[in-house]
């Protein structure tokens, strides 16, 4: 008799002894037919048992095929030593409570792999262990490798987990499994995140956190830094469950590091193109068109003014930034609406000479658009002559430097910069 049997237990779902001279089976073990467990049996008994109550009637052919007697008679006299295939195993559970013996309160499949090999001449062991949590594994690794650093499926009641990452052939390997997800999660941050974010990002990757947060979310994000052999780099974590039964969480690790360096550069490129808007000695200053509801102009809201147009309306620095003109000029002239609105909607620029009794200074503006509803003014106090003649000039360079800017430019550097 198989004395190696207790040994396998722990991997497999069935394991039978089948003896070819009598025709029949010793069952070791059998999570779907405890009740047989440790008794020799007929196996043409086992085998019908199977057939006609557990095995899915799709898979009934490929049952026949590799477990009928026959078969594995004849595969006790070929030189193969194992064989294997797969089948669908279906459970039911009857409703104890209902007069009909078809009715079910629960039924569910498994995906078996079933193995075949031989112990002598004359017997055989046959095993058996589903397949699903492996299957479903290799899918979600297949899916989302070799996009990120790794996947890391977490066990949410007892914190097990395996991680897997795609080799150089981008193969993709389980590269690790363990019973403390936590003790591990925080050895590898100590090691590698900020010293400034490592406790925070810990406390924030702890599977009960992470429930928490999928309570309400559909994904739950984090962001850490970290260096890598004497590299910065960016990287992103990003939570959610398996599936609806929610007793797995997914984890994976993204390096954006480049999307971030762009992010900066980017910032950076912005923060001095708009510091040259900040100090330059020419008044300007963007607007918002704001519309009633009829569609016509009603008010302006600043949403840009540098130091020259903050002297020019006697206002504080960054005193008009999200004021509306004419809550902030209380006898402010509708006049100034008809250009802006203009410019704004229909794209008219202009150059515009007038009095503003609001400031009482005669000014020279030059408006243009860089957005539909927007309006980019430059303007100087006319009594001051100086520059005057080249003054059209700078509207029109300030209108090409200014065209391919997003409008938070205007609001970001007084986020940052002031």
């Given amino acids: ?29 059998d999570r779907t037919t405890p009740e047989v467990c440790g008794e020799w049996k007929d196996y043409e008994e086992l085998y019908r048992l199977y ?16 477990m009928n007697p026959n078969h594995l008679r004849e595969f006790l006299n070929r030189e193969d030593q194992e064989d ?3 089948v669908r195993i279906e459970h039911k559970e009857l409703d104890r409570n209902s007069r009909k013996n078809t ?29 699903r949590e492996e299957q ?70 702890r599977v009960e956190n992470v429930v928490e947060h999928l309570e309400h ?7 850490a830094t970290m260096e890598e052999n004497g590299v910065i780099a960016h990287k992103k974590y990003r939570f959610c469950y398996v599936d609806s039964e929610k007793k797995a969480i997914l984890l994976t690790r993204t390096d954006v590091s480049g999307i971030i360096q762009e992010k900066q550069r980017r910032e950076r490129e912005e923060r001095k193109r708009l510091s040259y808007l900040e100090n330059m000695p020419v008044a300007f200053c ?4 704001l519309l009633d509801e009829d569609g016509k102009p009603k008010d302006f809201l600043f949403t840009y003014s540098n130091r020259e147009h903050d002297k020019l309306e006697g206002a504080g620095y960054g005193e008009l930034i999200g004021r509306k003109f004419y809550e902030y000029f209380k006898n402010g002239d509708p006049k100034w609406l008809k250009y802006y609105y203009e410019t704004a909607y229909e794209g ?56 391919p800017r997003r409008r938070s430019s205007f609001s970001m550097i007084r986020r940052t910069a002031r």
């Avoid at 207790?6 to 029949?24: G, L, M, P, S, V």
């Avoid at 498994?110 to 262990?129: G, P």
């Avoid at 897997?164 to 090691?191: C, F, G, L, Q, W």
């Avoid at 963007?286 to 068109?289: C, L």
Wanted: aromatic share 12%; with cysteine; hydrophobic share 35%.
């Fill in 1 to 29: 008799m198989l004395t190696e049997a207790r040994a396998f237990k722990r991997f497999c779902d069935a394991i039978w002894e089948y003896h070819a001279d009598t025709n029949q089976i010793y069952v070791h073990h």
């Fill in 51 to 66: 057939r006609e109550q557990y095995v899915y009637r799709e898979d009934v052919e490929i049952w026949q095929q590799y």
């Fill in 84 to 86: 294997h295939f797969f």
């Fill in 103 to 131: 009715e079910f309160l629960n039924r569910w499949m498994e995906w078996h792999e079933v193995y075949i090999s031989k112990i002598d001449e004359k017997s055989l062991m046959i095993a058996s262990r589903d397949v």
């Fill in 136 to 205: 479903r594994n290799s899918t979600i690794a297949q899916a989302v490798l070799p996009e990120f650093d790794y996947v890391c499926r977490i066990d949410v009641a007892t914190n097990n987990y395996v991680i897997y990452y795609s080799d150089k052939e981008k193969h993709i390997i389980p590269k690790h499994a363990s019973d403390n997800y936590h003790t591990t999660m925080e050895r590898v941050n100590h090691k590698n995140v900020i010293e400034e974010e490592v406790e925070t990002l810990c406390k924030s990757m």
């Fill in 217 to 223: 979310e559909s994904e739950y994000i984090l962001y």
């Fill in 286 to 289: 963007s607007i918002q068109v």
């Fill in 348 to 403: 008219i620029p202009h150059v515009i000479r007038e009095y503003s009794r609001e400031i009482q200074k005669e000014l020279l503006i030059h408006t243009f658009q860089t957005e539909r509803g927007h309006c980019e003014c430059v303007m100087q106090d006319i009594r001051n002559r100086c520059s005057r003649l080249s003054f059209t000039g700078v509207g029109r360079n300030l209108s090409g430097f200014l065209r």
